[in-house]
T-cell receptor
Framework: KNEVEQSPQNLTAQEGEFITINCSYS?????LHWLQQHPGGGIVSLFM???GKKKHGRLIATINIQEKHSSLHITASHPRDSAVYIC???????????FGTGTLLAVQP | DAGVTQSPTHLIKTRGQQVTLRCSPK?????VSWYQQALGQGPQFIFQ???????QRGNFPDRFSGHQFPNYSSELNVNALLLGDSALYLC????????????FGPGTRLLVL
């Protein structure tokens, strides 16, 4: 079993829909990262969370430390949101990230 | 202010050859981490450099080695390349004791034939 699990693995949505991607982890962490990767492209950091909730534009990330679970929400989804969304956890003061396998999101017009 | 830069962007090598990939961290960052991302997989941690020393290492063989220079830039070297080394190699920089996230470079895509 992977230390970081994401669901769903693949997600297809219609433009305008509200999207949720989930991440569960089994190790103690100091922070959780949500990352975005476009096909063939590098990785862009969306959020770093250690507690609570963060919002940036149409993106919202939440984390529940007790339940070892985080969610990434996209409101009013758009085709340009189509990408792989990756959850990664930082296990301590080492900055070493453990990655989930990603969620491939396709938003259709 | 340039973010994290990597070179080259693409590289084709043959089995048994050696390769060197380069990374320049975001200005002000002192820590560089290297990750390997095979096709369809999540990135896997290779190693991390701070103060010109390898701080920690993932589950990669000794064929993978690195270096960090006084200006914090870093190199990843892979010897005796195997077909399975074909992947996207990502560099990420951060402050060792900082509160902010890691910043990723665009990656170097290595193809071993």
């Amino acid at each position: 079993k992977n230390e970081v699990e994401q669901s769903p693995q693949n997600l297809t949505a219609q433009e305008g829909e509200f999207i949720t991607i989930n991440c569960s982890y089994s190790v103690g962490i100091s922070a959780l990262h949500w990352l975005q990767q476009h096909p063939g492209g590098g990785i862009v950091s969306l959020f770093m969370l250690s507690s609570g909730k963060k919002k940036h534009g149409r993106l919202i990330a939440t984390i529940n430390i007790q339940e070892k679970h985080s969610s990434l929400h996209i409101t009013a989804s758009h085709p340009r949101d189509s990408a792989v969304y990756i959850c990664a956890v930082d296990g301590g003061a080492t900055n070493k990230l453990i990655f989930g396998t990603g969620t491939l999101l396709a938003v259709q017009p | 202010d340039a973010g994290v830069t990597q070179s080259p962007t693409h590289l084709i090598k043959t089995r048994g050859q050696q390769v060197t990939l380069r990374c320049s961290p975001k200005s002000g960052h002192d820590t560089v981490s290297w990750y390997q991302q095979a096709l369809g997989q999540g990135p896997q941690f290779i190693f991390q450099y701070y103060e010109e020393e390898e701080r920690q290492r993932g589950n990669f063989p000794d064929r993978f080695s690195g270096h960090q220079f006084p200006n914090y830039s870093s190199e990843l070297n892979v010897n005796a390349l195997l077909l399975g080394d074909s992947a996207l190699y990502l560099c990420a920089s951060s402050l060792l004791r900082g509160e902010e996230t890691q910043y990723f470079g665009p990656g170097t895509r290595l193809l071993v034939l």
